[in-house]
């Protein structure tokens, strides 16, 4: 992603980025200063609501090899568990009917669970409200956590996350999500915690209460440009 960017650099007096590996990488490759600054959410789109939890398991995004890979072992076992298993995301072209065919054929079981359609984040956010689990399925691309992360925490909900080289100074795995390893890790880590509510509702109100008062867009850009301002000013 960097080498996409890199020619826009010199355009900037100031260069902030979400990945924690990134600012080493500008300031060693391109000799530039560069800043960590968290990616948050939108808490105006995304806050807590009470609603029933009549989903299961949800997941939000696009499809991608990894996801879907994963995304097929979960609707596996949703359909021996008898689970609500959602997943919301464009995965095959509509535009041609050769291609829905093509998915369907080889992800049969994985296809039912797929709404394959983009929606709008306070659509998301209901999504999430209503889901025992929230599954987050970073890309390749990302270190650290990606805004879906501060999405999920947002609306006081349960997210099961694969496993980050950082994930912030604020929040602590264990303590605010829970990460999984691989595929069969995070189906066991479905089944444990769809059976103990106590625990995902102790785990999610703690992710709420880290994030809900310094994590939203507005707190992150304030305390972090801010504060990078006023160093360089002095």
Known sequence: LLKKLDYQFKYYDYIFTFEEQDVLEIK???GLEAYFCPLGYNKFAYYPVEMLKDIDIIF??????????????????SKKANLTFKIVGKYYSENHFWKKWQFRKKYGTLYKYIEN???EPKAVADLYRRSKICINIHVDEHDGLNPRSFDI????????VDERISYGEDLKSGRDFIVYRDS???????????????????????????????MSITELINEYM?????GRNK
Do not use: C
Not at 226 to 230: E, L, M
């Open 28 to 30: 060693k490759v391109y």
């Open 60 to 77: 939000v995004g696009m499809g991608s090899e990894k996801r879907i890979k994963i995304l097929n072992e979960i609707a596996q076992f």
């Open 117 to 119: 359609k983009f929606i």
């Open 153 to 160: 925490l947002g609306t006081k909900s349960f997210m099961l």
């Open 184 to 214: 069969g890790d995070l189906i066991n880590k479905i089944n444990y915690y769809l059976n103990d509510e106590y625990k995902r509702e102790k785990i999610a109100n703690s992710g709420y209460n880290q994030v809900k008062s310094k």
């Open 226 to 230: 801010i504060a990078v301002f006023k």
